[in-house]
């Protein structure tokens, strides 16, 4: 079992920054992929970030936040971080956290594990 918490969201500027945290629990988060996934209102929620558990990490984004957003992990601290750079305000949404054995499962909204998320609102 893997518990998982996000932090940091908030209101924002369009144009502002904000990092959302991921504190996780469970004996095997280091063995999982992590992810983040967003729902705006009225829509599906849909992929925006994932890192695999190895050292350094493989990362990948979604075309819309390549080069804006980065994701990172301290396994150390069984945390996953998402910093989000140059917010527009379609980028306002739920943010999820997400865990799985297989990146494929994050890509592909079918994670094991899910945070409750956190919500972002970018002003324009």
């Known amino acids: 079992q893997i518990q998982l918490v996000e932090s940091g969201g908030g209101l924002v500027q369009a144009g502002g920054s904000l990092r959302l945290s991921c504190a996780a629990s469970g004996r095997t988060f280091t063995s999982y992929s992590m992810g983040w996934l967003r729902q705006a209102p009225g829509k599906g929620r849909e992929f925006v970030s994932a890192i695999t558990w190895s050292r350094g990490g493989n990362t990948t984004y979604s075309d819309n936040e390549r080069g804006r957003f980065t994701i990172s992990r301290d396994n150390a601290k069984n945390t996953v971080y998402l910093q989000m750079n140059s917010l527009k305000a379609g980028d306002t949404a739920v943010y999820f956290c997400?865990?799985?054995?297989?990146?494929?499962?994050?890509?592909?909204?079918?994670?094991?594990?899910w945070g409750q998320g956190t919500q972002v609102t970018v002003s324009s």
């Open positions: 997400a865990a799985a054995r297989y990146l494929v499962s994050l890509t592909s909204n079918s994670a094991e594990y």
